[in-house]
DNA sequence: GTCTATATTGTGATAGAC
DNA sequence: GTCTATCACAATATAGAC
């Protein structure tokens, strides 16, 4: 992606190589992420990557391609995830597990990232196209789609010896991933209403950790 | 909270009382739900409400006013009725039931919403707490904390008839409003991993409306 | 590659006529 | 109350020395 200016042949860096594109990108990544792409200002990104604005300009051209790049490397670590565990042999308990595992360490490492994401999605949707394209290398939605038939024959093996109607298998991927992202996007909201400090927050999560895969077996396994 | 000049005696208006004001309260209220507090400018607000730019001012003094006002306005429309579904006296079916329809119909009308107000809350958090004082009228998490120990006394009752683990009253809220919120807030994602043009997301939407209610109850009384 | 200017435009906010 | 004109500064982007 990030097309590095040609650096032919005497000795002209004072760093290593790549090493001030990568801190830009992460003291990019760390601004963009709480100030938003519209809030995020070039000036903060480059006194957090210890170097002058200009160089911003001189690896990544523009802040609009600084902040897609940022959002495409964020997000699309988050979809292989989904569909690899989701898609793969386990049986469907065992994916929740997965699943809810994952992501609440993730999010538990990265607190803020769900906010950011939702953020950025809403305000420019237009690159979740994109995003899709770099994550999937072509056809959008054939990431998920695939795993439907197989989702929906678990499900439906599951709920099999009660008179239940089985879940949709859409539904059932949204109210996961529902479940997993939203506590930490809203967790500002969350923490006060419900009155909790980062521990209590942390202890909350923790807790979801097991609530969660119980919740859906309940709901599974009537 | 919006204090109108004063108008004293002589007729100087064009327009009727308080109409202005309204007009540029709604244009910004749709101008900085897509655009985002940042991202929104002061010169798209007047046109969008078709008076000039100086008139936001006059009436608002500060982008800054004018933007937490709407979001104030915005936000503490959703607080009471959590509160008041949740506290009420209907049986716990019941109030799922209510909340779910409630809050689908809210945000089938105005689908950005939800976006609109994560990214805020996570990006501007310290306003979180204004909102809270404003909506409760006093003491923040005072709004719901009351509410869990009738919530976890009907959990209990649900399901006393099993060996099953009554899932914790602050679990059971925050499932609720993720499953009802995040669908939203996360549409572009949806739309494009899910395949979904607006009519096929309007129907994802239509099915949970039978289909949460029909989760929890499962979850709950297994 | 990295820096110090500086160009240039965008943007919130105010002054003052009507 | 509403407008036009303008100020003051913030912010992206570029030029050019080192």
Do not use: W
Not at 42 to 63: D, P, T
Not at 81 to 101: C, N, S, Y
Not at 116 to 134: C, F, G, I, Q
Not at 145 to 165: G, H, S, Y
């Amino acid at each position: 992606m990030s097309k590095t200016p040609a650096s032919k042949a005497r000795r002209p860096a004072q760093r290593a190589d790549g090493e001030t594109e990568q801190r830009i990108l992460e003291a990019a990544r760390r601004v963009f992420i709480r100030r938003g792409t519209a809030g995020a200002r070039m000036q903060e990104i480059a006194a957090e990557a210890g170097v002058n604005q200009a160089l911003l300009h001189y690896y990544f051209r523009s802040k609009d391609r600084l902040s897609g790049a940022v959002f495409i490397q964020l997000a699309s670590r988050l979809f292989p995830t989904l569909a690899r565990i989701l898609g793969g042999e386990l049986p469907l308990e065992a994916k929740i597990d997965a699943l809810v595992a994952t992501y609440l360490d993730t999010f538990t490492q990265h607190p803020f990232l769900p906010g950011y994401l939702l953020s950025e999605m809403h305000h420019n949707p237009e690159r979740v196209a994109k995003l899709l394209a770099t994550a999937t290398g072509g056809d959008p939605h054939q990431l998920l789609v695939p795993v439907f038939a197989t989702l929906a024959k678990q499900i439906k093996q599951q709920v099999r010896a009660k008179r239940m109607r089985p879940i949709p298998p859409q539904q059932f991927v949204v109210n996961l991933i529902s479940l997993c992202i939203f506590p930490f996007a809203a967790r500002p909201m969350l923490s006060l209403v419900l009155g909790l400090d980062d521990a209590r927050f942390a202890a909350l999560i923790e807790e979801r950790k097991t609530h969660l895969p119980e919740f859906f077996r309940n709901a599974l396994r009537p």
